[in-house]
């Protein structure tokens, strides 16, 4: 079982999206930029994954490859987003928590370029753990399949580190347009959708 270690960054001209995104004020920039600087030497993002055969009534043969994948930030990223959090500061958290979510958003793009290198085949769309289409319930058995110790869950199954993410994905043949970020948020009126 290893971890492929991911390279993610956020570049500053996505700022102005950002705050737009996550509902931030101008008057946000400087704590933003600062907050990014201080936890990208904490961001130890990677991944490990398994191809499973998915039995799946669409497919002529019945089976479909699929890669079951888990990503992770890492615990220093978690540590370092709790000791604002410990003192109270929520606002500080809270940026903390979306430049947490835009660092997997950019794994996504690494993991799809290195599952292609090592298996030659594509990523289709991910269908993550608590979807409607993949229970939370189900986390148990595909961390089970994932076989590591490095991420767990608790109780409630909430992944530790909490910047961790699992989910499905096709393994394809052929490289599909996958859906855009928004493309499964209910909030179609809201002005950051992106257009897939």
Same mark, same amino acid.
């Given at each position: 079982?290893?971890?492929?270690?991911?390279?993610?960054?956020?570049?500053?001209?996505?700022?102005?999206?950002?705050?737009?995104?996550?509902?931030?004020?101008?008057?946000?920039?400087?704590?933003?930029?600062?907050?990014?600087?201080?936890?990208?030497?904490?961001?130890?993002?990677?991944?490990?994954?398994?191809?499973?055969?998915?039995?799946?009534?669409?497919?002529?043969?019945?089976?479909?490859?699929?890669?079951?994948?888990?990503?992770?930030?890492?615990?220093?990223? %978690?540590?370092?987003?709790?000791?604002?959090?410990?003192?109270?500061?929520?606002?500080? +958290?809270?940026?903390?928590?979306?430049? +947490?979510?835009?660092?997997?958003?950019?794994?996504?793009? %690494?993991?799809?370029?290195?599952?292609?290198?090592?298996?030659?085949?594509?990523?289709?769309?991910?269908?993550?753990? +608590? %979807?409607?289409?993949?229970?939370?319930?189900?986390?148990?058995?595909?961390?089970?399949?994932?076989?590591?110790?490095?991420?767990?869950?608790?109780?409630?199954?909430?992944?530790?580190?909490?910047?961790?993410?699992?989910?499905?994905?096709?393994?394809?043949?052929?490289?599909?347009?996958?859906?855009?970020?928004?493309?499964?948020?209910?909030?179609?009126?809201?002005?950051?959708?992106?257009?897939?």
């Amino acid at each position: 079982m290893n971890f492929i270690p991911l390279n993610v960054s956020l570049d500053e001209k996505c700022l102005p999206d950002f705050i737009r995104r996550y509902h931030f004020e101008e008057k946000d920039i400087a704590e933003i930029s600062r907050l990014y600087k201080c936890v990208s030497p904490r961001v130890h993002a990677e991944f490990h994954y398994v191809v499973d055969a998915n039995t799946d009534s669409n497919c002529n043969d019945g089976k479909q490859e699929r890669a079951i994948v888990l990503v992770t930030l890492g615990q220093a990223f %978690d540590e370092y987003q709790e000791s604002f959090l410990n003192k109270g500061d929520i606002h500080k +958290g809270y940026i903390l928590d979306c430049i +947490g979510l835009e660092l997997l958003w950019a794994a996504y793009e %690494d993991i799809d370029k290195k599952i292609h290198e090592l298996t030659g085949k594509f990523l289709g769309n991910y269908t993550f753990a +608590g %979807d409607k289409e993949l229970p939370i319930t189900d986390l148990p058995r595909l961390m089970n399949r994932l076989g590591q110790k490095m991420v767990t869950y608790n109780e409630a199954y909430v992944l530790i580190p909490k910047k961790s993410v699992v989910f499905i994905t096709p393994l394809l043949e052929e490289e599909i347009r996958k859906y855009a970020r928004c493309a499964a948020c209910s909030n179609t009126k809201c002005s950051m959708r992106e257009t897939a």
